[in-house]
């Protein structure tokens, strides 16, 4: 299980990151929509918008980091983990929302008539949030790998949507530079990204619900825990074994049977030990309960 002091070091490198993120899509946004208003390039106004929907993930996901790291009380004895959680299934929610905004936008867009060419520094600031937000996708995604935290895989993810709605505002204009002709190629492709950026986000917002309702881990991990503790030579058998996610950790609980001639204090070893074994096989661990049963009980479960 991790310590306070590693929590809260996960916790403060998770904030570092993502109020970066925050400050990144503050200045790309404005800059975008002003060059984008100005460069008559609707393709970079939209994804100015973009943009802004990522700083509301930002702060989304910080205040879940945050709030979800706090310590448990008496009015939450379990802590404040799901608040993460929380943020995770909205950041999914927004950029389903997005997409299904962008995907309108662009289809209102194939019906109009464009008539003005794009100014030169359109491609440019496209270019620059290109890199910047695939720098800083790749940065989130490392870092949320390693802290195992879904709401900053969600928000990674959002970051590399901005980068590829930035790749299709930098081709488009580049290529109505070379044509008017081909300027529809904009919102065409505007509606292929959208739709990808919808599929990234109903996955993301499917599993945070899930998690929210206690959906119990993959099977793999539930056989993981299984093979554990029936590793040690001292259980003779288990059953009802039950876990579920608290934020980015695992609750489990399960029942095990031992030698019913051994003491009270030579099951709670045992007990112990499983724990241990569990919360090193699979690190994410929050909390594991152990109960302990003589083998020969009455009515007892040997599945």
Known sequence: MKTNSQDSNDTSQGLWITALGAAI???????????????????LIADGFHSLSDLATDVVVAL???????????????????????????????????????????????????TEAPSLLVPLIAAVSVVSKEWLYRRTIVLANRLQSEAMVANAWHHRSDALTSVVALVAVGLAQISPSLRLLDPVAGIGISILVGKIGF????????????????????ERIRQVTIGNEQVRGLHKLRARYLGRQIIADLHIQVDPSLSVQEGHTIASQVEQAISAELGNVYDITVHVEPLYAPQENRT
Not at 29 to 41: A, D, Q, R, Y
Not at 74 to 85: N, S
Not at 210 to 216: F, G, M, P, Q, S
Request: hydrophobic share 45%; net charge positive; no cysteine.
């Open 25 to 43: 899509n503050i200045a790309l946004s404005l800059i975008k929509i002003l060059v984008g208003w100005t460069g008559h390039s609707r393709a």
């Open 64 to 114: 879940g980091l945050f709030y979800g790291s706090r310590p448990y009380d008496a009015d939450h004895p379990y802590g404040h983990k799901k608040i993460e959680t929380l943020a995770e299934f909205t950041t999914g929610v927004l950029l389903l929302a997005f997409a299904v905004w962008m995907v309108v936008s662009s289809a209102q867009a194939l019906t109009g008539r464009i």
């Open 203 to 222: 996955d993301v917002a499917y599993k945070g619900m899930h998690r929210i309702i206690d959906t119990a881990p993959d099977p793999q991990i539930i």
